[in-house]
């Protein structure tokens, strides 16, 4: 597994190692013993997977009572990824963070708790493993608006598709005095 070097603490981008032969591909997405080594520390409950569609804008979403870290593996297509820091100690606090993920170069992110995370479909088509560290509750699904202008994130679209609940979601600042449990 290679790690690239992020500027926030609690952000890791890597890519892992795949074996091609005449079946197809093999690789190992977690281990462990690898992601304590790199200072990846969670403990995942539960795992997902996302299949989104080209243009489509997932996002900023964040658990504000039962946080998750988060390890998103791209296993096709290619996306525009991007996290903000929703952790009041922090000194990237209100910052964000983007990162071109690919099938087949950069294919992880791992997100500790204290962030919004969003993404942007670039490919025909997206397919997305997370692992999470806290069990999915709907009633603890907030966000932030894609195209804050005091965030001021570069997409690299200026009108994406949305669903309706994400193009609706209050601004940063609107969310700046959210009281996390944890972090």
Same mark, same amino acid.
């Given at each position: 597994m290679k790690t690239f070097k992020v500027p926030f603490n609690g952000i890791k981008v890597t890519q892992t190692? &795949?074996?091609?032969?005449?079946?197809?591909?093999?690789?190992e997405i977690f281990?462990? %013993?690898? *992601? #304590?080594?790199?200072g990846m520390e969670a403990c995942f409950v539960q795992d997902n997977y996302s299949i989104s569609n080209k243009n489509f804008l997932r996002g900023l979403h964040y658990r504000k009572f039962k946080p998750q870290a988060q390890l998103l593996t791209l296993?096709?297509?290619?996306? &525009?990824?991007v996290v903000v820091d929703l952790r009041l100690e922090s000194?990237?606090?209100? %910052?964000? *963070? #983007?990162?071109?993920?690919?099938?087949?170069a950069k294919?992880?992110?791992?997100?500790?708790?204290?962030?919004a995370h969003g993404y942007y479909v670039k490919?025909?088509?997206?397919?997305?493993?997370?692992?999470?560290?806290?069990?999915y509750d709907p009633k603890d699904d907030f966000g932030i608006r894609w195209n804050?202008?005091?965030?001021?994130?570069?997409?690299?679209?200026?009108?994406?598709l949305l669903k309706d609940r994400d193009a609706e979601f209050p601004f940063f600042?609107?969310?700046?005095?959210?009281?996390?449990?944890?972090f």
């Amino acid at each position: 597994m290679k790690t690239f070097k992020v500027p926030f603490n609690g952000i890791k981008v890597t890519q892992t190692k &795949f074996f091609e032969d005449e079946r197809g591909k093999f690789g190992e997405i977690f281990s462990k %013993e690898i *992601y #304590s080594q790199s200072g990846m520390e969670a403990c995942f409950v539960q795992d997902n997977y996302s299949i989104s569609n080209k243009n489509f804008l997932r996002g900023l979403h964040y658990r504000k009572f039962k946080p998750q870290a988060q390890l998103l593996t791209l296993l096709e297509g290619e996306i &525009f990824d991007v996290v903000v820091d929703l952790r009041l100690e922090s000194k990237t606090y209100g %910052e964000w *963070y #983007s990162v071109d993920l690919s099938a087949n170069a950069k294919n992880q992110i791992f997100m500790d708790i204290g962030f919004a995370h969003g993404y942007y479909v670039k490919s025909t088509v997206a397919k997305i493993h997370y692992k999470v560290s806290e069990f999915y509750d709907p009633k603890d699904d907030f966000g932030i608006r894609w195209n804050d202008p005091n965030l001021n994130i570069i997409w690299p679209v200026k009108t994406p598709l949305l669903k309706d609940r994400d193009a609706e979601f209050p601004f940063f600042d609107d969310n700046k005095n959210v009281k996390f449990l944890e972090f």
